[in-house]
């Protein structure tokens, strides 16, 4: 049960292409939204959409791989852990941000070549 106290699992599709960023000469990360929907019926019994919007941190060689096969609309499941984090803005106002840390990524539908 230890491994399973910070886990998310998420299917959904891409809102943009992957904004890659490279550090020194060796580490690169890759920020992802991701676009999960939901359907449910309300009270009244009428069907309800639902999207909600992750933000996503891949790392090293899921940022490579994120950057060479993922694109905006991509379909794909991932795993990974959930992190909250504080800043201050530059208006001086703390604000909090919440991220999935991708520690697996699955490309769900057949990738298209880059244009």
């Given at each position: 049960?230890?491994?399973?106290?910070?886990?998310?699992?998420?299917?959904?599709?891409?809102?943009?292409?992957?904004?890659?960023?490279?550090?020194?000469?060796?580490?690169?990360?890759?920020?992802?939204?991701?676009?999960?929907?939901?359907?449910?019926?309300?009270a009244?019994?009428e069907?309800?959409?639902?999207?909600?919007?992750?933000?996503?941190?891949?790392?090293?060689?899921?940022?490579?791989?994120?950057?060479?096969?993922?694109?905006?609309?991509?379909?794909?499941?991932?795993?990974?852990?959930?992190?909250?984090?504080?800043?201050?803005?530059?208006?001086?106002?703390?604000?909090?941000?919440?991220?999935?840390i991708?520690?697996?990524?699955?490309?769900?539908?057949?990738?298209?070549?880059?244009?």
């Open positions: 049960m230890k491994a399973i106290k910070n886990k998310v699992q998420l299917i959904g599709h891409l809102g943009a292409a992957p904004e890659i960023k490279i550090f020194d000469t060796d580490k690169k990360v890759a920020n992802l939204s991701i676009a999960v929907n939901d359907r449910f019926k309300n009244k019994g069907w309800v959409d639902e999207t909600q919007w992750f933000n996503l941190v891949a790392w090293s060689k899921l940022a490579q791989y994120a950057e060479q096969y993922l694109l905006k609309g991509s379909e794909i499941a991932i795993e990974g852990r959930i992190v909250n984090k504080s800043y201050t803005d530059k208006n001086e106002i703390k604000r909090t941000t919440t991220e999935i991708i520690s697996e990524i699955l490309l769900l539908n057949k990738a298209k070549d880059k244009v």
